[in-house]
């Protein structure tokens, strides 16, 4: 008889920390773990994300690693690094920025220093997004230069 007292204590007690649980942390044993966002389709490496490929739904599972995308506009207009299966998380490792300067396109070259701005035709040799150092060659003068990548496509030549 005293051993099933004993149980019925341990029984009291997980039951009164489960209540004292809910009384402290509200909602938290019925709060959703958030959104997640999956592909309706397979996207393949080097694929432009659209919205109508994506679909938000709601995270289930408790053991699901951080770093996914939560929002489709997190994810619209990005560039997939590597397969995305549907019904998968996107990490959001496996995102990239499209690029604003292609290898071998023509972009403009822009050096400034003080009030004296000079310009030049010019050729990225590397693909490069905003803000990326890039290297590029002068077509005038056929030196290479490095630089920052513009919003606009131009790349900002530094002094050395």
Same mark, same amino acid.
């Given at each position: 008889?005293?051993?099933?007292?004993?149980?019925?204590? +341990?029984?009291?007690?997980?039951?009164?920390? +489960?209540?004292?649980?809910?009384?402290?942390?509200?909602?938290?044993?019925?709060?959703?773990?958030? /959104?997640?966002?999956?592909?309706?389709?397979?996207? /393949?490496?080097?694929?432009? !994300?659209?919205?109508?490929?994506?679909?938000?739904?709601?995270?289930?599972?408790?053991?699901?690693?951080?770093? /996914?995308? $939560?929002?489709?506009?997190?994810?619209? @207009?990005?560039?997939? $690094?590597?397969?995305?299966?549907?019904?998968? *998380?996107?990490?959001?490792?496996?995102?990239?920025?499209? /690029? *604003? +300067?292609?290898?071998?396109?023509? %972009?403009?070259? %822009?050096?400034?220093?003080?009030?004296?701005? !000079?310009?030049?035709?010019?050729?990225?040799?590397?693909?490069?997004? *905003?803000?990326?150092?890039?290297?590029?060659?002068?077509?005038?003068?056929?030196? !290479?230069?490095?630089?920052?990548?513009?919003?606009? @496509?131009?790349?900002? +030549?530094?002094? $050395?």
């Amino acid at each position: 008889m005293m051993f099933r007292r004993a149980r019925n204590i +341990v029984a009291l007690t997980a039951l009164a920390s +489960v209540a004292i649980a809910g009384i402290f942390m509200p909602g938290a044993a019925s709060a959703g773990m958030g /959104y997640a966002v999956v592909p309706t389709a397979i996207i /393949y490496p080097g694929e432009t !994300i659209s919205g109508g490929q994506l679909q938000e739904v709601e995270v289930t599972n408790p053991n699901l690693a951080s770093g /996914y995308a $939560k929002s489709i506009d997190e994810v619209s @207009g990005m560039i997939s $690094k590597r397969t995305l299966l549907p019904g998968r *998380t996107i990490p959001v490792s496996a995102l990239r920025e499209p /690029y *604003t +300067v292609t290898r071998g396109s023509q %972009i403009r070259l %822009i050096f400034r220093i003080g009030a004296m701005t !000079i310009s030049a035709a010019g050729s990225p040799l590397e693909d490069g997004s *905003t803000g990326q150092v890039v290297r590029a060659r002068n077509m005038d003068s056929g030196v !290479i230069v490095s630089g920052t990548v513009l919003a606009d @496509g131009t790349i900002h +030549v530094a002094a $050395k």
